[in-house]
């Protein structure tokens, strides 16, 4: 089982994206579930606000900006991560871990939307609102604005340089008139949504994943 004390997540720094070698060859651009390019958020953990936006360059930008949200995870045991999660390699010769669930950007049809379970999870989508996650027939969807969007692996690269994993996409866009940082206000940061919410989210799914290959095992050898 996954321990939230033993992974820490955050945004891209400006100097993680102007050094690793990760990035160099991936280059610093971004695009979110639509596999549309997309601003991101990024970090210089001073008081600044900065992005990276869809030409590549990082420049400051106002914090009401609805940009896109790319997290970076670090681990105390990523090779167990890695050894308990569907992983492939790319044309690019970089691992990719399949690790944590997020909604797709795809909507669906339901055959038979009454006959769902919610589960208590919440995902946030952006303009301060959140999707509700269902499941129905053992599959899990996200309802936002009246349309279902089912629940797929997210995709990371798998920085060996650096021993994280970088989210191959944007997530989410961040919550207008969120602070990325705290300046003495009460008010939440995306890093307090990247810790409170998002990171619960990823280890919960893939903690049930865990759960259920077991019951299989177990269930294989009764």
């Known amino acids: 089982?996954?321990?939230?004390?033993?992974?820490?997540?955050?945004?891209?720094?400006?100097?993680?994206?102007?050094?690793?070698k990760l990035i160099k060859k991936i280059g610093i651009k971004?695009?979110?579930?639509?596999?549309?390019?997309?601003?991101?958020?990024?970090?210089?953990?001073?008081?600044?606000?900065?992005?990276?936006?869809?030409?590549?360059?990082?420049?400051?930008?106002n914090v009401d900006s609805n940009s896109g949200v790319r997290p970076l995870i670090k681990a105390k045991n990523m090779s167990n991560i890695i050894q308990n999660s569907n992983y492939y390699v790319n044309e690019q010769g970089i691992l990719i871990i399949e690790f944590g669930s997020w909604y797709s950007s795809n909507t669906t049809q339901l055959n038979n939307p009454i006959n769902l379970s919610f589960t208590?999870?919440?995902?946030?989508?952006?303009?301060?609102?959140m999707?509700?996650?269902?499941?129905?027939?053992n599959k899990r969807y996200v309802l936002f604005n009246d349309k279902f969007r089912p629940v797929i692996p997210i995709k990371w690269y798998y920085d060996k340089e650096y021993n994280l994993l970088l989210s191959v996409n944007s997530l989410f866009y961040s919550l207008k008139n969120v602070k990325l940082y705290e300046e003495n206000s009460a008010q939440l940061s995306i890093f307090d949504i990247?810790?409170?919410?998002?990171?619960?989210?990823i280890l919960n799914s893939e903690n049930i994943a865990l759960q259920n290959k077991v019951l299989k095992i177990k269930k294989k050898f009764k």
């Open 1 to 20: 089982m996954y321990n939230k004390e033993d992974f820490k997540i955050s945004l891209p720094s400006t100097e993680y994206l102007k050094n690793s």
């Open 30 to 61: 971004c695009k979110d579930l639509n596999n549309d390019l997309t601003d991101y958020w990024t970090s210089d953990n001073k008081s600044s606000v900065l992005n990276v936006n869809i030409f590549g360059n990082i420049m400051a930008k």
């Open 120 to 129: 208590g999870r919440s995902y946030p989508i952006g303009e301060t609102k």
């Open 131 to 137: 999707g509700l996650e269902f499941e129905s027939d």
């Open 194 to 201: 990247l810790e409170g919410q998002v990171l619960p989210l």
